[in-house]
Structures are given as structure tokens and as C-alpha cells.
């Protein structure tokens, strides 16, 4: 893949989101037919003719993998979003003195308290007054009230994937409370703060 034009376009985490998944899905299905041919091959006891599928970077991977987890996490607001939605927001914004990147915040960020909106855009008072409650109307009707995208079949077999490579430990049914602290060390049994100052 190569840039052709840097600035072209600005994309939200939403679209992030869904090229991820794509990328996902085409690895996923990509491997499944590998592994199958590979099996056919190996009953057959024919040697293999043809070439290895193409090599995907570990940390390329991870990346993506931990990316789609990030994005796709309850507290992200792309749980609640739909492309629909995000080209409702954008519509209704431009009738708005905002910037292009402020526009793109408010669609990743989705805020839906004034107070956020304080963090987005610069001089929010003096460029907007009384048009606050307005943007934030528009957000809030840009979100769906279930998410949208629901952990797919192909999210889970992504896991099943890495469990079975080893690469992730099973921590089903661990408990924070179940850890034991070894209080036994330099400091053992100093309560307060620890800040004190030497006199």
C-alpha cells in the first residue's frame, strides 16, 4: 500500500475501526484456506506445489489486533456509532464556525456534556454562545442507543486463534482479591505518608 496524497482525507475512529476489521476478516479467511489446503494436502500425502501464503508481520498484527480491541472497547464511542449516524453529525456541523479537526474530535469523541465540548474547540464561548446546546443535541442523536457492532464471530475466532498459538495466558477466574502481598520487604509495616521528610 502506498500514500499517494497525505492530506486527502481525515478518517474517524469509526472508519478506523471498520478498515481494521476488514483487514481482519480477509487475514482470518486468508488463513482458514491456507490451513485447509494445507490439511488436504497433508491426507493426500501430496507434497506441496504450490507457494507458502503471504507472511504477515507479528508486529503488524499485534497492532492491528490491539488496535481493534482499543476502538471497539464499551467506553469508545464507536460502540455506539453508525456510518449513518457519523454522516448525520458531520452534515449538521458544517452549518458550525468549527474546524476540520475540530469536527473529527467531536465525531471520535462524541461528547455529549458542555464540558467536553470545552476541551474540542478553541474559544468555544466566543465562536459559539449559545449554540452548545445545539452541537450537543446533534451528537447525542448521531448515537445509536445499542451498539452497533457487536463482537463478531470473526472478533472471537481472532482470539481463539491467539489462545491456541499460546501467545495469551487463560486468566478466566482470576480475582484481585485472591492476591497475597509479601509485606516482608525494606519498609514492611510503615503506614502513612510515605513522603515524610527526614529530620
Known sequence: MEVVNQ??????????????????????????TALR????????????????PEEVLENLRTVEVEAIQHLSAEYQPTSSQSEAGIERLTRSLAAYDLTKAEKLQIVNLAPTEAVELYVIVEELEDRLGGQLDDILTAVRESLTSTPVAERSTEENAVEEIVYQAGEAEDYEGWDANDMVFDDTGEGAGVEGDLDVDDD
Open 7 to 32: 492530506k486527502s482525507a481525515l478518517l474517524s475512529n469509526y472508519e478506523v475501526l471498520t478498515l481494521l476489521r476488514e483487514l481482519e476478516n480477509d487475514h482470518l479467511a486468508r488463513t482458514r
Open 37 to 52: 489446503i494445507k490439511k488436504e494436502e497433508e491426507a493426500a500425502g501430496i507434497a506441496r506445489t504450490h507457494a507458502p
